[in-house]
């Protein structure tokens, strides 16, 4: 089992750090694994992306890892490896992208929205399906989309989900969120963001023992 594998299993909540400092990174990071969460995001368009990342990697514990977000381009992943991320995630599905993710060891979480998009991305072996922005695509939408892809493909809403409203997309069939603005804003004080974090990763425990 990869350590992607390993931690989306243990809570399938990815914080998405958008517009975090490298100085801001160790209390943030440390305020999320407190309160249950096990992957980090670090998008590449936060103040300098790949220190964070590459503290990240050093600092967090051995059940956590650390990836980058709005990875655009193939020399991103190349940059996103040498900092120590594990898992790239993009807003969007680039052949190329996930060509040189496979090629680098790393997981691949391309965005998709339509069927078509999500079948392509199945068909390059990508790890993870990012369902994104999920505000366009409702539980209805999430389940017919299940209903038709393969058992083993991790599906991923992301985009305006709160701790109320994840617990349609998992009766859904949805198996995890990736949680922006609603968890983190960038300054956010490590003490908020762990408040927040709490009552997701309460919530998605209580959806789990219920589902």
Same mark, same amino acid.
């Given at each position: ?16 750090? +958008?517009?975090?400092? =490298? ?8 305020? /999320? ?5 096990? &992957? ?20 967090? =514990? ?25 898992? %790239?995630?993009? =807003?969007? &599905? ?5 060509d040189a993710a496979k090629k680098n060891g790393l997981t691949w979480c391309p965005g998709v ?16 399906? #990012?369902?994104?922005?999920?505000? /366009? ?7 017919? &989309? +299940?209903?038709? /892809?393969?058992?083993? %493909?991790?599906?991923?809403? %992301? ?25 983190? #804003? ?26």
């Amino acid at each position: 089992m990869s350590p992607f594998i390993a931690a989306i299993t243990q809570m399938p909540l990815i914080a998405i750090l +958008r517009g975090i400092r =490298p100085d801001e990174a160790v209390g943030v990071a440390d305020a /999320l694994v407190t309160a249950g969460f096990r &992957l980090v995001e670090v998008p590449l368009n936060s103040p300098e992306p790949l220190r964070s990342v590459e503290i990240l990697a050093k600092h967090l =514990p051995d059940n956590c890892i650390v990836g980058a977000g709005t990875v655009l381009r193939v020399e991103d992943v190349s940059s996103v490896t040498a900092a120590g991320g594990q898992f %790239v995630v993009a =807003p969007n &599905l680039n052949r190329e992208v996930g060509d040189a993710a496979k090629k680098n060891g790393l997981t691949w979480c391309p965005g998709v929205l339509t069927p078509s998009e999500a079948f392509e991305a199945v068909d390059q072996d990508a790890d993870l399906l #990012k369902i994104f922005p999920a505000e /366009l695509v409702s539980p209805v939408g999430i389940a017919a &989309l +299940r209903a038709v /892809l393969p058992p083993r %493909v991790l599906i991923a809403a %992301v985009g305006g989900i709160t701790p109320q409203s994840m617990e349609d997309y998992v009766v859904a069939g949805a198996n995890g969120f990736g949680l922006g603005s609603s968890l983190y #804003k960038a300054g956010m004080s490590p003490g908020e963001v762990k408040e927040r974090a709490i009552r997701f990763t309460s919530e998605f425990d209580k959806l789990r023992k219920s589902n």
